[in-house]
């Protein structure tokens, strides 16, 4: 008995495809609790981090026999689709109507939002945490994730903080923004989070009069970044039941401050070269 052909959207008017069309409007998707990836390489690092799919959606025309330059990723994509029985065919024109920006990566995916709460974060004995305070564009946080992933760096967000599995976020960060544990929740209740697991809280301000390469980081730690445009402001400055630190990175130009994600790797490496020599 012959297998038989797989069934191919080939109508815009396919439910599935218009849910999809909803699902590009952030909004939208956040109140489906909904995640959705472009691209090989992030769809697989969506599925080794273990979030739920709701559908894997690829091109009619996917050539099989043709070295690709995201080979080992379109083949560990395409085993768990057949797999999980989640595997979907769409006609080339539509994949371009589903694919964010209206420019297709070769998959889009579907997946149930991760929503971790704070509590059940599992932290090493010697956490390195960057807490992001209010940052705005997602190709920062994607950008943070990125050098959080190579610093070996957990990164938790507050909820002020744009949606981190906004588009542009999951492409700037190479998919490692599902590798990384991460939280969205209020400054109060991060505070007392760090505070009860005697983890000390640093805040990165141009204003601070410590220096980083002064600072000491190989102890339970998280730092504090806030927005290019404002800063911290009057955010995270030490209270009664939670002491604060400032922390500053010199600079030598004309220029006062980095850009967020530069900040981020700058802090995070220095870090983990101090912990490196212990």
């Not at 903080?161 to 991060?190: A, H, K």
């Not at 600079?251 to 101090?274: K, P, T, Y």
Request: hydrophobic content about 40%; overall charge positive; proline content about 5%.
């Amino acid at each position: 008995m012959s297998e038989s052909k797989p069934v191919i959207f080939r109508s815009s008017a396919n439910p599935t495809l218009r849910h999809l069309i909803r699902m590009r409007d952030n909004r939208s998707r956040r109140r489906a609790n909904r995640v959705l990836v472009d691209g090989w390489r992030e769809t697989s690092q969506a599925i080794r981090a273990g979030l739920e799919s709701c559908g894997i959606y690829v091109p009619e025309s996917l050539n099989h026999g043709k070295t690709h330059e995201f080979q080992p990723s379109i083949e560990a994509v395409m085993t768990y689709a057949k797999a999980s029985k989640k595997l979907n065919w769409v006609a080339d024109p539509l994949m371009e109507k589903i694919s964010y920006g209206q420019s297709s990566r070769g998959v889009v995916a579907e997946f149930i939002r991760p929503d971790p709460a704070l509590k059940s974060l599992d932290l090493p004995e010697n956490p390195l945490i960057l807490v992001l305070d209010q940052i705005e564009k997602p190709g920062n946080i994607g950008a943070v994730f990125r050098s959080a992933d190579a610093a070996g760096v957990d990164v938790i967000l507050l909820s002020e903080c744009v949606d981190q599995y906004n588009p542009n976020s999951i492409r700037s960060s190479l998919g490692t923004i599902f590798q990384i544990p991460s939280f969205n929740g209020s400054e109060s209740e991060l505070r007392a989070f760090l505070t009860s697991r005697s983890i000390k809280i640093f805040a990165a301000r141009v204003e601070s009069s410590q220096d980083l390469w002064k600072c000491e980081l190989k102890g339970p730690t998280a730092i504090v970044l806030g927005s290019e445009a404002r800063g911290l402001k009057q955010r995270w400055f030490s209270g009664s039941e939670t002491p604060i630190d400032g922390i500053q990175i010199p600079m030598a130009g004309e220029a006062d401050s980095l850009n967020i994600a530069a900040s981020a790797a700058i802090i995070a490496f220095e870090a983990a070269r101090q912990r490196s020599n212990c």
